[in-house]
Antibody, heavy 120, light 106 residues
């Protein structure tokens, strides 16, 4: 049974950084890609970027270029998302999601979500 | 970026009704569309992939159709447990989601 378990809620000051982890169990880690999707309170889903562990390549939505880093540790089967220069608009639940099969962006298993609150 | 629009933004229907949500892409995306269901406080759940393929374990009252720029999700005989927000998502290019459709019971 595939399971994605994310790190706990964070409260951050504006201008700081946050790093969220996503530990995958079940399945072969490098056979899939891992995306990060966020959801601001009362809003819809926003794809941020993904990591392709087998190639160690990340792709980012243009909106987050330069502020977002996604990587993965194959030895611990964990994906990471780090967002810098936080502002209040970054307050959201952040989800990791794994592809259903291979590297096609069909999101099968999802993590439970991590609430990041940006507030002074 | 490919933009996805959905309609309606919300709907209310009776138990047993048929319900259809539409999704339009800003350019031809062939059949590279998925549909997700999200209940309050929960992560999204994959319902339909590749426009019309039912994910394992999803009830057969859910179906998807469409190609190129116009797509639809149909719930055949709405059930109380179907109260949720539904999102389409394209993956012809870097993924983008539609704005969502809230489904409620009348």
């Amino acid at each position: 049974q595939v399971q994605l378990v994310q790190s706990g809620a964070e409260v951050k000051n504006p201008g700081s950084s946050v790093k969220v982890s996503c530990k995958a169990s079940g399945g072969t880690f490098s056979s899939y890609t891992f995306s990060w999707v966020r959801q601001a309170p009362g809003h819809g889903l926003e794809w941020m970027g993904k990591i392709i562990p087998i190639f160690d390549i990340a792709n980012y939505a243009q909106k987050f270029q330069g502020r977002l880093t996604i990587n993965a540790d194959k030895s611990t089967t964990t994906a990471y998302m780090e967002l810098n220069s936080l502002r209040s608009e970054d307050t959201a639940v952040y989800y990791c999601a794994r592809t259903r099969r291979g590297m096609t962006d069909i999101f099968g298993p999802w993590g439970q979500g991590t609430l990041v609150t940006v507030s002074s | 970026d490919i933009q996805m629009t959905q309609s309606p933004s919300s709907l209310s229907a009776s138990v047993g009704d048929g319900v259809t949500i539409t999704c339009q892409a800003s350019q031809d995306i062939r059949n590279f569309v998925n549909w997700y269901q999200q209940k309050p406080g929960k992560a999204p759940k994959l319902l339909i992939y590749d426009a019309s393929k039912l994910e394992t374990g999803v009830p057969s009252r859910f179906s998807g159709s469409g190609s190129e720029t116009h797509f639809a999700l149909t719930i055949n005989s709405l059930q109380p447990e179907d109260i949720a927000t539904y999102y389409c998502q394209q993956y012809a290019t870097l993924p983008t989601f539609g704005p969502g459709t809230i489904v409620d019971i009348k």
